[in-house]
């Protein structure tokens, strides 16, 4: 519930606090004064938009703090969900700079207004007289029938499994749309990869087959080449070799006399071993190269291929060509793993839908359950609040595929006067009748669902006298089991709280401020004889006051 709520900069506030106890606070003041304002701070907290506007000072920034006592609501789960520090005494801060900025804290850490507002709901419901539009809203009419059923929990189950039957249909159409498309590019993907696998190409082929064709393109010219080398080094009388061996015996004759003719013998050794490997090679390399048409025109037709295929893909290697056969092999085999794909999921979607199945008629047994019970609770709290004949009926229909709400659809059918036929909302409720019709929802809605706190704006609005006292007397009873906090213009309302807060005007510095303070017993007493009186407080106003009071 709400312990505490500080606020800052806000309207016509530049700095207030409340302390707010358990049971039923009451809020008062006229009209003007600033209550509207308070609910505008208080709805920061709960994840509505910001506005620099609502600046009182645009020099400073705008804070609205409130601490939250939440450790009887079983929430610590939510704050792991969410990597958030739990605390019994959960601090929510909202900021709004004079640029327009805004931002917001739970227990001190930055969160985005989404989980803001997922956390706030769960704590707080600000219900005002233009609330009463959600009442022809179908997914309220069937929460309020699921409160009453107590099946939250499978409520919640079953919609998360909803939620995921739902994704795995989504994996499956598109994997059915994927599997279509790609059918069609398969028999494409098929020839390329064929074309390229019929090669059966190898790493580095390309250069060694270029190198090939130019050596027997020019076969004749590089033996005659080599044929004269040859010849040079070892073929003739007075070939290099020879002569070479003449001057290395020289040396080695005269190196006994001088170390560095030593030197330059081993040396000549050296390059004469050296040229001899060249003479051998040179021989072995001029009879290796054969001039064979038919060999090089085959190179040539095998390049011819692979320069075509590179140019075709835009590649110029033949190992981006290897590369690109085993992509399309990824993809012909990933095409053909499709269908099996596509069977599991339509198999694992059978079971998701029979289980979502009979979850939603056990839930839908439950609703029909309590919809006679719901009406029975509600007329009866309606007949308090001065409509004795009230009548609500709820209409069942049975939907035809799976919602995320199961197989319901429930209708509230509403009649105020005796022997009318009751039908939808939005064509028989008055203003008047719909906010008591919304109060008693409410009032069972809360007995039910143990939300932590609970504002009324004004709904009493349209009501007086006995009907009043009983309105007030629901809300007294509400605070037995949450909190209740109440914007009231009602006497009789007033009288039911266990607190008061009263909201007037200051003027100070030239400037008007909105200010707030707890009444003490005898301070409530004005204040509702003020509110009982259409003038001057009387005696009777006074003792009326103290009357409402009580003990």
């Known amino acids: 519930m709400l312990r505490h709520l500080a606020i800052s900069n806000y309207a016509l506030i530049d700095s207030l606090e409340l302390h707010l106890p358990e049971g039923l606070t009451i809020i008062t003041g006229e009209t003007g004064a600033g209550k509207s304002i308070l609910l505008g701070a208080l709805g920061l907290l709960l994840g509505q938009r910001a506005d620099s506007q ?17 450790g009887t609501y079983k929430l610590s789960d939510w704050f792991t969900q969410y990597d958030l520090d739990y605390a019994e005494q959960t601090v929510i801060r909202r900021e709004i700079t004079p640029e327009g900025k805004s931002r917001a804290f739970i227990n001190d850490t930055p969160v985005n207004l989404t989980i803001l507002k997922n956390l706030s709901e769960q704590l707080v419901d600000v219900h005002s007289q233009h609330e009463t539009l959600t009442l022809n809203d179908a997914a309220f009419q069937l929460q309020a029938i699921d409160a009453l059923a107590g099946h939250a929990a499978q409520v919640e189950t079953y919609k998360t499994d909803f939620r995921r039957y739902r994704k795995t249909e989504q994996e499956w159409k598109a994997l059915t749309e994927q599997e279509t498309q790609a059918k069609k590019e398969l028999s494409y993907l098929q020839f390329q990869f064929d074309e390229l696998e019929q090669l059966n190409l190898k790493n580095g082929e390309q250069s060694s087959a270029e190198t090939d064709l130019e050596t027997l393109e020019h076969a004749e010219t590089i033996k005659s080449g080599l044929s004269r080398v040859h010849w040079a080094l070892d073929g003739s009388e007075s070939n290099l070799l020879t002569s070479l061996n003449e001057l290395r015996q020289t040396l080695a004759s005269l190196s006994k006399y001088n170390p560095k003719i030593a030197a330059l013998y081993e040396r000549l050794q050296a390059s004469h071993i050296e040229l001899k490997d060249i003479a051998a090679e040179t021989a072995a390399l001029e009879e290796e190269i054969v001039h064979d048409p038919d060999h090089m025109e085959k190179l040539r037709e095998r390049l011819d291929v692979i320069y075509r295929l590179q140019q075709k893909h835009s590649v110029k290697t033949v190992e981006e060509l290897i590369a690109l056969r085993d992509v399309l092999h990824e993809k012909i085999t990933a ?10 999921l339509k198999l694992d979607l059978e079971k998701q839908k029979k289980s979502l199945t009979e979850q939603a008629g056990k839930l839908s047994k439950k609703r029909l359950t309590a919809a006679p019970e719901l009406s029975k609770e509600i007329q009866n709290m309606l007949g308090e609040m001065g409509m004795p004949h009230a009548v609500l009926k709820t209409e069942h229909e049975a939907l035809a595929e799976l919602k995320e709400t199961g197989l319901d659809k429930i209708t509230f059918l509403f009649s105020a006067n005796k022997g009318a036929s009751p039908q939808p909302l939005h064509k028989v409720a008055s203003g008047g009748e719909l906010s008591r019709l919304m109060l008693a929802l409410k009032a069972l809605l809360a007995k039910h669902t143990a939300l932590p706190t609970i504002i009324f704006d004004e709904i009493d609005t349209g009501i007086s006298g006995d009907v009043a006292a009983k309105t007030g007397a629901i809300m007294e009873r509400m605070a037995g089991y949450l909190q209740v906090i109440a914007i009231t213009h009602l006497p009789q309302v007033a009288g039911k709280g266990n607190s008061h807060l009263f909201v007037y005007k200051e003027e100070k510095n ?10 003490n017993r005898d301070e409530r007493v004005q204040e509702i004889a003020k509110m009982l009186s259409a003038g001057t407080v009387g005696d009777a106003a006074l003792s009326n006051a103290k009357e409402l009071l009580g003990k």
């Not at 095409?335 to 599991?344: G, V, Y």
């Not at 030239?510 to 009444?519: E, F, G, Q, S």
Request: aromatic share 6%; proline share 0%.
């Open 335 to 344: 095409i053909d793993s499709l269908d099996e794909q596509i069977e599991k």
């Open 510 to 519: 030239k400037r008007t401020y909105t200010r707030i303070r707890a009444l």
């Open 54 to 70: 609502a600046l009182l000072d645009h020099d400073r920034k705008c804070v609205v703090e409130g601490t939250f006592a939440i």
